[in-house]
């Protein structure tokens, strides 16, 4: 399979335009932040600026510009991580690389490919390590005219509306305008670090070590229409689209491992859903709060019960357990232990489906100065059974990023097929 012919033209460290202060220069990570991976999240922003005939050297310029600007606010995202427990905010900088792509912008996005799609990111997602940059950027200069921005952000200090929320306001600034946000990095005085010495918990826990490969799967109005009116038909009367496609996705990998015979030993199923804490805290957490502020929902269907069990409310309830007083008991000294505890449980014989919904992130308002955005996507993320939900172009559907080990490629073929056909009467959901 031929890949993209990429060009790198140019690598730089972007610093911020004024040094960080003396007094900020050590930035402890929260407990949250300890126990997140240390991977990168990869996002790319695709953009067709085909009438515009817009100059290289000065969209390159105005990046470079605004980044160093909004990195003034971003400050620990150009320093490094040091063992686990903060960031030394000394301004190494973040990474800036440039290159041309000798092809059309319509030959990736039409029908994309993931092998091509990594390519126009600057690291590898599974990279991410204490001597490297914490952000690195790549803008991807197509011969169309198109352009494409990929940007890996450290998961060890940022979660999904971190990452967006610093994105949009370097989109701003590169606009001249000014993003009406001010990023505080107090996370871990709402959950202090604990030492991790000993325990079960690392920087990479549920970093998977098989291959794994990765699968979009699109759903359209339409059939995110039918998946919900099917799913209504339970306890949930009004699932949302994110329920009820989680459900059906879930469904499918329960069906799958229980006919294939090395999982015959597993004794239950859990869907994990991450959900934001911000919100969900009295008084709230500000949504402005930089850093890792999510926890699992953790759903099971123990081996006993009927895979066609209404799966949407074990979801729901999952999810409505996230609550202040579950925030309470997470700043607790003993949630620790038990972590730990759930850490150990899921080693045993459960199988696990991850989902993830970046739907209603402000992604598709990334404007640079040159409009917005014709397509967002991600790339393979190295998590086993993890579904990553994005908004579609049109914004009125989604697309599951589906993560799956390389040896269960046809299992997920053959149900994508099967997922694909939601407009039928007979939907097994």
């Known amino acids: 399979m031929d890949l993209l012919n990429v060009e790198i033209i140019s690598k730089e460290m972007i610093k911020p335009s004024s040094p960080t202060p003396n007094h900020l220069r050590k930035l402890k990570l929260s407990f949250l932040d300890q126990i997140s991976p240390q991977v990168y999240v990869p996002l790319i922003f695709f953009y067709r600026n085909y009438e515009l005939n817009i100059n290289h050297d000065e969209v390159s310029r105005l990046l470079k510009q605004s980044l160093s600007s909004i990195l003034t606010l971003f400050y620990p995202l150009t320093g490094r991580i040091q063992q686990n427990s903060l960031i030394d905010c000394n301004d190494a900088g973040a990474e800036f690389i440039e290159a041309r792509v000798h092809t059309r912008l319509t030959q990736v996005i039409e029908e994309p490919r993931m092998e091509e799609l990594q390519q126009l ?22 011969n169309c005219g198109g352009t494409a921005i990929g940007v890996c952000l450290s998961h060890k200090i940022a979660d999904g509306v971190s990452s967006v929320a610093f994105i949009n306001a370097w989109a701003a600034a590169c606009r001249g305008e ?28 549920g970093v998977a070590k098989e291959k794994i490969t990765t699968k979009r799967l699109v759903f359209d109005k ?14 949930v009367k009004n699932p949302t689209r994110v329920e009820a496609l989680s459900a059906f996705i879930w469904r499918h990998f329960i069906q799958a491992a229980r006919t294939k015979t090395n999982t015959r030993n597993i004794t239950s199923f859990a869907g994990v859903h991450a959900v934001n804490l911000r919100p969900r805290a ?13 926890r699992p929902a953790i759903a099971i269907l123990s081996q006993t019960e009927d895979s066609n069990y209404d799966l949407v409310t074990k979801l729901r309830y999952a999810i409505t357990e996230i609550d202040d007083g579950y925030i309470k008991k997470l700043q607790c000294e003993d949630y620790l232990s038990n972590l730990s505890k759930w850490i150990d449980f899921f080693k045993k014989d459960i199988q696990v489906c991850n989902f993830t919904s ?54 997920l073929e053959t149900h994508y097929k099967q997922l694909n056909v939601v407009n039928s009467v007979d939907i097994d959901v």
């Open 121 to 142: 990111l600057p690291v590898e997602p599974l990279g991410q390590t204490d001597d490297k940059a914490i952000l690195s950027v790549k803008i991807n200069f197509f």
């Open 178 to 205: 000014a993003e009406d946000i001010q990023p505080s990095f107090d996370l871990a005085f709402h959950f202090p670090p604990k030492d991790l010495f000993g325990s079960s918990i690392t920087p990479n826990v």
């Open 222 to 235: 339409e059939k995110l229409a039918k998946l919900k009116q099917v799913v209504a038909s339970g306890e």
């Open 282 to 294: 009295i008084p709230p957490i500000p949504a402005h709060a930089f850093g890792n502020c999510w």
């Open 358 to 411: 970046w739907c209603k992130f402000p992604m598709y308002k990334v404007d640079f100065g040159w409009g917005k955005p014709v397509w967002i996507c991600t790339t393979t993320l190295p998590f086993k059974n993890l579904v990553v939900f994005m908004s579609s172009s049109s914004e009125d559907g989604i697309e599951a990023w589906v993560n799956v080990p390389d040896d269960d490629l046809e299992m």
